[in-house]
């Protein structure tokens, strides 16, 4: 019985990308089918009728530069179609077009949160594939994907643990989302992962035998079925066992992965240059001007927020592309430091906060609304619950066109610091005879009914008065 | 070259055909016959040619992403399936 | 050719039309006869007539559509069992151009199925007989094409040359054929065989009415995105150079028939006497073209008839249990003998392992005949050669034998190769009288040149 060898685990991801073109990637149909009706987005082209010829979405071409920029890959000016053959009912042309030979982005990288850089190996453009359902005896073809466009981004294998895939995937869906390439809609197949992984005794030169796991569409459930590919092939290796090349399905209901089709039998696709379309020569100034249309990153954020937010702090609300975009805003708008860090506080801990996410879909407060209402916390002149307050209240269609100061003065939530004005209302309470024996306790040392006092103050100011301001007036006034 | 059974077997299903036998005795003749003629080329020296894939001189012709009406409709293509159900294409299952 | 005016009316043109094809039916050149819609056309295009309404270039002519263009509500069959019973839900481009120009279908015309072969005997529905020996082949893949124009069944017809299909049989049925530069016509809507090959093209009685054709088809189409900018009508009338080439190799051929040879001759000498200048071309990588086409074709004829499964339209194999067989059933009942060999052929070439060896080697070998051309026409205007290396041969002479009808396309694949227009015209009949014929070549974009030479030559 030999100990335990130590294994290292090995993982490249292939991700498939849904471009947001209006139209498919060879025919001038709608490229968003969610909610229609089977078939009902499939030109002649898509259903591949006898003499039916591809045009290429120009659109296409522009956004995969883009993407490419994104990752830090070279545009390689030069690249064409190929056709990828396999029978099967969702490939009406029975080949699927796709860049094989020579694709238009080229290497590059991504870089972690944690600062680890991921390597591109290169992404192409292709079509994606119809859909099938399966019933008893039969099943039904839809073919409303078929050529929706794609950009495949093959990684290199760089990754090292289920968390560093689960960071790679997201980082990615991050960025192709603030690129402006996909919609990112991951529930509806907007971003599809497959992963390759490996195992091979520590140190050890060569990578061990990889299984690929197909269509992972979440970021949980890429982390769980690296975890249990893992516990699965150590186990198959500690046992003496061979690990064998397949492709292999997760399902989040077992927490398992089981074997598809076994790569013994792989397909030959026989790749063949597309004839029907013409090549890609991409001018210098042609990709310069596609690659300046790209937003800023989360990678930028991240740098411009260095000082301001919070990492973690920020980690959050970079899922959210739109609040990373106004908290951006309020920095150019906000004159004061803490404005940003505030508004920043009030996403991640508030806005972000399990009971108030729906407010995700209404109208996100404006920079100027965030910049004055930091302003009039730090003054004081909201205590934190109003601000929070008004600040949810912000997000309401009603209040759009109101300042943050309106509305708090409407809430009737601006705090009374003018110090006059709130002696004149101390003075009110400790004449009151009710609070007389209060007064006596506190003087003979008892500090507790100190707060039983502040609470009358702030009953009579309704709630306007400043607290601490309150304590230190009375303090006075009983010492 | 001769093309053994096994190589016959393997195109056929590549094709995706299904060949009785005596289509299979004669496609091996043929084929053997064929690939020996096209075997030709072996005596064209290639070296540092670029091959030729298409006989024009465009670049980057591409559309405007622009959606335009359907010449056909999905009733029309669905009519000329053998079997539809549900607006869908029907198959057999699919294993 | 006859445009129907207020003398001639397009319905007299249209019967006169569908009688000779009723007389010609032995020769089995219709897939199928569009006799009612032909008539009612006709009937609308006399009214506007008579109301002294425009009416298109081609009023009343009546036309065939080689049974591979699809066009609305007429079975598109290629002549392949496989695409039986599909009726085209759409109208390729060429078919829309020629009937907006009030040109009439009269029907659709057979041809090798998937227009594979020379001499439409690959066909479903059966070979069609040439025109002036019933024994014979009509060539092909454009068989039905070419004798319907020549047995006046119709005034002219469409065709796809993607080694040969228009100009050979053009040549065996003593009729004039143009396989236009790769890219002129629009092959949108046109069953594909090879897509970097195919061309759409013309049969006529007449150089100047493939002029006429050739003005109303050849025009850049958005739906064809290898389609090329117009420029047939603004391209010059004439060559400069008066300078014609003959291939060497091709006219020493010992395979080339001795009537075809003296034909030539002759028309060279009649050349020089007009005062062209004959020069001899050495194209020593011409002999490769035929390999390479037989590599280049098969693969992409594998490849575009992938989407031929039995899933979507036409033909679907009633013995499928599962749908393993429901693909290789239909497929393999479907698809005719050379369809077969093809696609495995296509199959193998394009095979890991073997790809380098053929298919990449192949395009290599292009690119040289390209260079070999490119370099001729340097020194001359065009190139004089024959279509083929003999006359119509006797039906089932070569069909058991893939090879010998493959050498068939000797001397026209390199055109297609090089992506280049030739123009295959009439050179007098044989002793037995069977027709006789020989090509023009030209650079790409030289259509109209040719067209006004082979004029020039009557």
Same mark, same amino acid.
């Not at chain 1, 916390?377 to 008004?390: D, F, R, W, Y």
């Given at each position: 019985?030999?100990?335990?060898?130590?294994?290292?685990?090995?993982?490249?991801?292939?991700?498939?990308?849904?471009?947001?073109?209006?139209?498919?990637?060879?025919?001038?149909?709608?490229?968003?089918?969610?909610?229609?009706?089977?078939?009902?987005?499939?030109?002649?082209?898509?259903?591949?009728?006898?003499?039916?010829?591809?045009?290429?979405?120009?659109?296409?071409?522009?956004?995969?530069?883009?993407?490419?920029?994104?990752?830090?890959?070279?545009?390689?000016?030069?690249?064409?179609?190929?056709?990828?053959?396999?029978?099967?009912?969702?490939?009406?042309?029975?080949?699927?077009?796709?860049?094989?030979?020579?694709?238009?982005?080229?290497?590059?990288?991504?870089?972690?949160?944690?600062?680890?850089?991921?390597?591109?190996?290169?992404?192409?453009?292709?079509?994606?594939?119809?859909?099938?359902?399966?019933?008893?005896?039969?099943?039904?073809?839809?073919?409303?994907?078929?050529?929706?466009?794609?950009?495949?981004?093959?990684?290199?294998?760089?990754?090292?643990?289920?968390?560093?895939?689960?960071?790679?995937?997201?980082?990615?869906?991050?960025?192709?989302?603030?690129?402006?390439?996909?919609?990112?809609?991951?529930?509806?197949?907007?971003?599809?992962?497959?992963?390759?992984?490996?195992?091979?005794?520590?140190?050890?030169?060569?990578?061990?035998?990889?299984?690929?796991?197909?269509?992972?569409?979440?970021?949980?459930?890429?982390?769980?079925?690296?975890?249990?590919?893992?516990?699965?092939?150590?186990?198959?290796?500690?046992?003496?066992?061979?690990?064998?090349?397949?492709?292999?399905?997760?399902?989040?209901?077992?927490?398992?992965?089981?074997?598809?089709?076994?790569?013994?039998?792989?397909?030959?696709?026989?790749?063949?240059?597309?004839?029907?379309?013409?090549?890609?020569?991409?001018?210098?100034?042609?990709?310069?001007?596609?690659?300046?249309?790209?937003?800023?990153?989360?990678?930028?954020?991240?740098?411009?927020?260095?000082?301001?937010?919070?990492?973690?702090?920020?980690?959050?609300?970079?899922?959210?592309?739109?609040?990373?975009?106004?908290?951006?805003?309020?920095?150019?708008?906000?004159?004061?430091?803490?404005?940003?860090?505030?508004?920043?506080?009030?996403?991640?801990?508030?806005?972000?906060?399990?009971?108030?996410?729906?407010?995700?879909?209404?109208?996100?407060?404006?920079?100027?609304?965030?910049?004055?209402?930091?302003?009039?916390?730090?003054?004081?002149?909201?205590?934190?619950?109003?601000?929070?307050?008004?600040?949810?209240?912000?997000?309401?269609?009603?209040?759009?066109?109101?300042?943050?100061?309106?509305?708090?003065?409407?809430?009737?939530?601006?705090?009374?610091?003018?110090?006059?004005?709130?002696?004149?209302?101390?003075?009110?309470?400790?004449?009151?005879?009710?609070?007389?024996?209060?007064?006596?306790?506190?003087?003979?040392?008892?500090?507790?009914?100190?707060?039983?006092?502040?609470?009358?103050?702030?009953?009579?100011?309704?709630?306007?008065?400043?607290?601490?301001?309150?304590?230190?007036?009375?303090?006075?006034?009983?010492? | 070259?001769?093309?053994?059974?096994?190589?016959?077997?393997?195109?056929?299903?590549?094709?995706?055909?299904?060949?009785?036998?005596?289509?299979?005795?004669?496609?091996?003749?043929?084929?053997?016959?064929?690939?020996?003629?096209?075997?030709?080329?072996?005596?064209?020296?290639?070296?540092?040619?670029?091959?030729?894939?298409?006989?024009?001189?465009?670049?980057?012709?591409?559309?405007?992403?622009?959606?335009?009406?359907?010449?056909?409709?999905?009733?029309?293509?669905?009519?000329?399936?053998?079997?539809?159900?549900?607006?869908?294409?029907?198959?057999?299952?699919?294993? | 050719?006859?445009?129907?005016?207020?003398?001639?009316?397009?319905?007299?043109?249209?019967?006169?039309?569908?009688?000779?094809?009723?007389?010609?039916?032995?020769?089995?050149?219709?897939?199928?006869?569009?006799?009612?819609?032909?008539?009612?056309?006709?009937?609308?295009?006399?009214?506007?007539?008579?109301?002294?309404?425009?009416?298109?270039?081609?009023?009343?002519?009546?036309?065939?559509?080689?049974?591979?263009?699809?066009?609305? /509500?007429?079975? $598109?069959?290629? %002549?392949?069992?496989?695409?039986?019973? !599909?009726?085209?839900? @759409? =109208? &390729?481009?060429?078919?829309?151009?020629?009937?907006?120009?009030?040109?009439?279908?009269?029907?659709?015309?057979?041809? /090798?199925?998937? $227009?594979?072969? %020379?001499?439409?005997?690959?066909?479903? !529905?059966?070979?069609? @007989? =040439? &025109?002036?020996?019933?024994?014979?082949?009509?060539?092909?893949?454009?068989?039905?094409?070419?004798?319907?124009?020549?047995?006046?069944?119709?005034?002219?017809?469409?065709?796809?040359?993607?080694?040969?299909?228009?100009?050979?049989?053009?040549?065996?049925?003593?009729?004039?054929?143009?396989?236009?530069?790769?890219?002129?016509?629009?092959?949108?809507?046109?069953?594909?065989?090879?897509?970097?090959?195919?061309?759409?093209?013309?049969?006529?009685?007449?150089?100047?009415?493939?002029?006429?054709?050739?003005?109303?088809?050849?025009?850049?189409?958005?739906?064809?995105?290898?389609?090329?900018?117009?420029?047939?009508?603004?391209?010059?009338?004439?060559?400069?150079?008066?300078?014609?080439?003959?291939?060497?190799?091709?006219?020493?051929?010992?395979?080339?028939?001795?009537?075809?040879?003296?034909?030539?001759?002759?028309?060279?000498?009649?050349?020089?006497?007009?005062?062209?200048?004959?020069?001899?071309?050495?194209?020593?990588?011409?002999?490769?073209?035929?390999?390479?086409?037989?590599?280049?074709?098969?693969?992409?004829?594998?490849?575009?008839?992938?989407?031929?499964?039995?899933?979507?339209?036409?033909?679907?194999?009633?013995?499928?249990?599962?749908?393993?067989?429901?693909?290789?059933?239909?497929?393999?009942?479907?698809?005719?003998?050379?369809?077969?060999?093809?696609?495995?052929?296509?199959?193998?070439?394009?095979?890991?392992?073997?790809?380098?060896?053929?298919?990449?080697?192949?395009?290599?070998?292009?690119?040289?005949?390209?260079?070999?051309?490119?370099?001729?026409?340097?020194?001359?205007?065009?190139?004089?050669?024959?279509?083929?290396?003999?006359?119509?041969?006797?039906?089932?002479?070569?069909?058991?034998?893939?090879?010998?009808?493959?050498?068939?396309?000797?001397?026209?694949?390199?055109?297609?190769?090089?992506?280049?227009?030739?123009?295959?015209?009439?050179?007098?009949?044989?002793?037995?009288?069977?027709?006789?014929?020989?090509?023009?070549?030209?650079?790409?974009?030289?259509?109209?040149?040719?067209?006004?030479?082979?004029?020039?030559?009557?």
């Amino acid at each position: 019985m030999t100990e335990k060898t130590e294994y290292e685990i090995t993982i490249g991801i292939e991700t498939h990308v849904q471009l947001k073109t209006k139209t498919k990637l060879f025919s001038e149909v709608d490229n968003d089918a969610r909610g229609k009706e089977p078939n009902s987005c499939v030109s002649p082209i898509d259903y591949a009728l006898p003499g039916m010829l591809p045009r290429l979405n120009g659109e296409a071409v522009k956004i995969a530069v883009r993407a490419g920029t994104a990752m830090n890959c070279k545009i390689n000016p030069r690249s064409r179609f190929d056709r990828k053959h396999y029978f099967y009912p969702d490939s009406p042309k029975g080949y699927q077009i796709t860049q094989f030979y020579s694709p238009i982005i080229g290497a590059g990288f991504i870089t972690l949160p944690s600062g680890k850089k991921v390597r591109i190996e290169h992404a192409h453009l292709e079509g994606d594939a119809g859909k099938l359902s399966h019933f008893d005896d039969y099943s039904l073809v839809d073919l409303n994907r078929v050529d929706t466009p794609l950009i495949e981004i093959v990684s290199m294998p760089d990754i090292k643990s289920a968390a560093e895939a689960r960071d790679y995937c997201k980082e990615l869906w991050r960025i192709m989302t603030y690129a402006d390439v996909t919609e990112g809609d991951l529930y509806n197949g907007n971003m599809r992962f497959d992963v390759n992984i490996s195992l091979a005794p520590k140190g050890s030169k060569t990578l061990g035998t990889r299984a690929e796991i197909k269509n992972l569409n979440s970021f949980r459930s890429i982390e769980r079925a690296v975890e249990y590919e893992y516990s699965r092939q150590k186990k198959l290796l500690d046992a003496g066992e061979k690990v064998i090349q397949e492709t292999r399905g997760w399902s989040d209901a077992t927490g398992k992965t089981t074997s598809q089709r076994s790569k013994e039998e792989a397909q030959d696709y026989r790749y063949m240059p597309e004839p029907d379309l013409p090549p890609l020569n991409l001018s210098e100034d042609f990709v310069k001007t596609e690659a300046k249309k790209c937003p800023a990153l989360p990678a930028d954020y991240r740098e411009q927020f260095k000082t301001s937010v919070p990492a973690e702090t920020l980690e959050v609300i970079l899922d959210y592309p739109e609040l990373a975009r106004r908290l951006a805003e309020v920095e150019s708008a906000a004159s004061s430091g803490n404005a940003v860090e505030y508004t920043a506080n009030l996403f991640a801990s508030v806005l972000l906060a399990e009971e108030n996410q729906s407010l995700l879909n209404d109208n996100l407060p404006s920079a100027a609304q965030l910049k004055e209402l930091s302003e009039m916390k730090s003054k004081n002149e909201l205590s934190s619950t109003a601000a929070k307050e008004v600040f949810l209240k912000l997000f309401e269609t009603k209040h759009v066109n109101k300042s943050a100061r309106e509305l708090a003065k409407e809430l009737n939530l601006i705090q009374e610091n003018d110090s006059a004005a709130l002696e004149k209302i101390v003075d009110k309470v400790l004449e009151n005879p009710a609070t007389k024996s209060a007064q006596a306790d506190f003087k003979a040392g008892k500090e507790k009914v100190l707060g039983f006092l502040v609470g009358q103050v702030m009953k009579e100011s309704r709630g306007k008065a400043n607290p601490s301001a309150v304590q230190e007036i009375l303090r006075k006034k009983l010492a | 070259m001769d093309i053994t059974e096994k190589e016959l077997e393997h195109l056929a299903s590549l094709s995706n055909l299904s060949l009785s036998e005596t289509e299979k005795t004669g496609l091996k003749k043929d084929l053997k016959n064929i690939i020996s003629y096209i075997s030709q080329l072996d005596e064209l020296d290639v070296e540092n040619v670029p091959p030729t894939y298409q006989v024009f001189e465009m670049e980057n012709v591409w559309r405007d992403d622009e959606i335009k009406p359907m010449e056909t409709s999905r009733e029309d293509l669905l009519a000329l399936t053998v079997e539809s159900f549900d607006n869908q294409i029907k198959v057999p299952k699919v294993l | 050719m006859k445009i129907a005016d207020k003398n001639t009316s397009a319905v007299s043109l249209v019967e006169k039309s569908l009688k000779r094809i009723e007389e010609t039916k032995e020769y089995n050149i219709f897939t199928f006869i569009d006799n009612a819609r032909a008539l009612e056309k006709a009937k609308k295009i006399d009214e506007k007539i008579k109301r002294g309404e425009p009416v298109g270039r081609l009023a009343g002519v009546p036309f065939a559509l080689k049974s591979n263009f699809l066009s609305k /509500d007429r079975p $598109a069959n290629a %002549s392949a069992k496989i695409l039986t019973d !599909f009726p085209s839900p @759409l =109208n &390729s481009t060429c078919a829309e151009l020629l009937e907006n120009e009030d040109a009439i279908c009269v029907g659709c015309v057979n041809l /090798d199925a998937f $227009a594979h072969g %020379s001499s439409t005997e690959n066909s479903f !529905f059966g070979p069609t @007989l =040439n &025109s002036k020996d019933k024994s014979r082949v009509a060539g092909g893949s454009s068989g039905g094409s070419a004798v319907a124009v020549a047995l006046d069944c119709v005034e002219f017809a469409t065709g796809t040359d993607t080694g040969g299909s228009i100009r050979q049989p053009a040549s065996f049925n003593g009729v004039y054929g143009i396989k236009p530069t790769y890219g002129a016509t629009s092959r949108y809507g046109v069953v594909a065989m090879a897509s970097s090959l195919d061309v759409i093209g013309f049969f006529a009685k007449t150089p100047s009415d493939l002029d006429l054709l050739m003005e109303i088809c050849a025009k850049r189409d958005e739906k064809d995105l290898t389609s090329l900018p117009d420029f047939y009508a603004e391209s010059p009338e004439t060559f400069p150079k008066k300078k014609i080439g003959i291939i060497k190799d091709f006219m020493e051929s010992e395979k080339l028939d001795p009537e075809i040879k003296s034909a030539l001759e002759e028309k060279v000498a009649s050349l020089k006497k007009k005062g062209f200048e004959i020069i001899e071309l050495e194209m020593p990588t011409l002999k490769y073209a035929l390999a390479a086409y037989y590599i280049i074709q098969p693969a992409e004829v594998a490849s575009n008839l992938s989407r031929y499964d039995g899933i979507r339209y036409a033909f679907r194999s009633k013995n499928s249990k599962d749908l393993d067989s429901l693909f290789k059933n239909t497929r393999g009942e479907g698809f005719m003998p050379e369809n077969k060999r093809r696609i495995m052929i296509g199959n193998f070439v394009l095979s890991s392992g073997f790809y380098d060896a053929y298919f990449l080697k192949a395009a290599k070998a292009r690119t040289l005949i390209i260079r070999e051309f490119n370099a001729a026409f340097e020194k001359v205007d065009c190139i004089l050669s024959p279509t083929s290396p003999n006359p119509a041969f006797k039906l089932g002479e070569k069909v058991s034998d893939p090879v010998s009808m493959y050498l068939e396309d000797v001397m026209s694949v390199p055109v297609n190769l090089a992506g280049l227009p030739a123009l295959a015209f009439p050179l007098g009949k044989s002793k037995s009288g069977l027709d006789l014929g020989a090509q023009l070549i030209g650079p790409r974009r030289s259509d109209k040149q040719l067209i006004n030479l082979v004029k020039e030559l009557n």
